[in-house]
């Protein structure tokens, strides 16, 4: 995995590379690795996730078809951690 370091911006390389790892999974399996897990833990773990799966697949597909609505888009502008504009509309003069 490579991330390339642009204008010596350390932080936005890094961010970049923590965003690849998480993509990869990378996250999710040193979690598991930490500690020991037996076969019927795996067994369920594996089941629930296969359930997971099914279900946004065809959760996906009845949006496609139209048989429920989709979910509601947010405003590009509405990112978290940021405060929105000031609004000068009801401001008097």
Do not use: C, W
Not at 17 to 45: D, N
Not at 71 to 77: L, N, V
């Amino acid at each position: 995995m490579q991330v390339h370091v642009r204008d010596n911006n350390v932080d936005q390389a890094l961010k970049v590379l923590k965003k690849k790892m998480q993509r990869e999974g990378v996250f999710r399996e040193m979690k598991a690795r930490r500690s020991y897990e037996k076969p019927s833990e795996k067994r369920v773990r594996e089941k629930a996730e296969a359930i997971r799966r099914t279900r946004k697949a065809a959760r996906k597909l009845a949006q496609r078809e139209g048989i429920i609505a989709s979910p509601k888009k947010k405003p590009r502008d509405a990112r978290p951690g940021t405060r929105p504009a000031p609004s000068f509309a009801n401001a008097t003069h």
